[in-house]
């Protein structure tokens, strides 16, 4: 199929993109890398009356260290972050993380952000995100603003999503301290293809080297990424050996959040079964 | 209808202003109005690679861009790589290793190595296999694909010295 007729913008700075979305009141949609989005245009499971390309919108191409993190503003092509020295620096699992989107052409024009608001259950800059407790910034057409966190933004039944007149303007992720161990792993069926399970973990040390401030997140395994506090509990205060990990990760496929994806890729109970291999192999690169 | 919306692309070297719709795709750009039909459509959803042009000297999907998205842009597609009678190295090296069988994948794989090739003059063998993800062939099973990119990485080593 190819996408039903529909207007085109290509605005150069918030404020008209913000004035477009107001004036097109919810018939539009944003378009920053478009590699979601084409696809559903072409299969038509979108109609938009107009779409608004934010890819020309300067002050939304940029990231920067600010607080000790990096912010990723809207319009930044994954590809760039993959390659961005200060990414790389800051927040080398975002890098990581990235590694396994889709495939390289698709990351030269997809954006981080971009991901993030697709709020998909399964990719990988989400599950990052909730990871390390990133927040999203969004701008009003009213000129009002607000920043919420990823794990509230991801989640469809929340008060923080979108609407209709709202942007995201850039998603802030934490830096990682140095000495923090970070990981990703994840299982596809094949290479470059949709995530069955992926999971994100982070851990510092404390004085005694037992692992501290950890966090786990995995996707796959509910309608968005969850982070999987018994995994995180288990692990906290223990030294990190393969061993804890193995033992660990094995609370991934019964904690309460759960309610694995169901669908042709894969099913809930192989997501639920694999679930801990996953985590542990997230956690044994965090320690290489 | 929709306004049309003027472009200025650049398309294998060659300059063009056209008013497109919106909805149309870049991949049914070049090869309907342009009518360079080397760009091979399988997919249409971005997980194939047939599609693949370079976009300012990067690959990306045909498929997953909006003509419109590309105004302002360089475009290169296999038919400004080389000719019947003078192959570039990376097709040499794929018709040499047999790097293709029915050959429809084959256009989307050749940009994508030329660009891979130039930013990784001599890769790994996990290198070439993570670049190769982003592309299905049917019929080779990757392993002459391997040998020709290899190959091709040789070769322009070579006639670089």
Sequence with gaps: MKPVDFEYAAPRTVDETLALLARWGGQASILAGGQSLVPLLVARAVRPRCVIDISRVAELDAIDEVDGGVRIGAAVRQATCESSPLVQRVCPLLVAAIGWVASPPVRNLGTVVGSIAQRNAISQIPTVAVALGARVRIAAADGSRRTVPAESFVDANSPATLRSDELVLDCWFPGLPAGTAWGFYEVQRRAAHYALVGAAVTYARGPSGNATAVRVAASGLAARPIRLTGVEAAVDGRAPTPLLFSAAAQRASDDPVLDPIDDVHATAAYRRAVAPTIVERAFLAAAS | ?161
Excluded at chain 2, 41 to 49: D, E, I, L
Excluded at chain 2, 56 to 69: I, K, W, Y
Excluded at chain 2, 82 to 96: D, I, K, N, S
Excluded at chain 2, 131 to 152: D, K, P, Q, S
């Design chain 2, 1 to 161: 209808m929709s306004a049309k919306h003027p472009i200025h692309i650049e398309v294998n070297g060659v300059a063009h202003d056209d008013t497109v719709a919106p909805r149309l795709l870049l991949c049914d750009y070049l090869r309907e109005t342009l009518q360079l039909t080397g760009t091979h459509v399988a997919c249409s959803v971005g997980t194939c690679g047939a599609c693949t042009v370079l976009l300012d000297g990067r690959p990306v999907r045909s498929c997953l861009m909006l003509a419109v998205q590309a105004d302002g842009c360089a475009i290169a597609t296999v038919e400004s790589l080389g000719t019947e009678t003078a192959l570039h190295p990376v097709q040499r090296a794929f018709h040499e290793e047999q790097g293709l069988q029915c050959g429809f994948c084959t256009p989307g794989l050749l940009l994508s190595v030329t660009s891979f090739l130039a930013d990784h003059p001599d890769p790994t063998d996990d290198e070439i296999l993570a670049m190769l993800g982003g592309h299905l062939c049917r019929c080779t099973g990757y392993r002459n694909i391997l040998r020709a990119v290899r190959a091709a990485a040789e070769s322009m080593a070579a006639s670089a010295v």
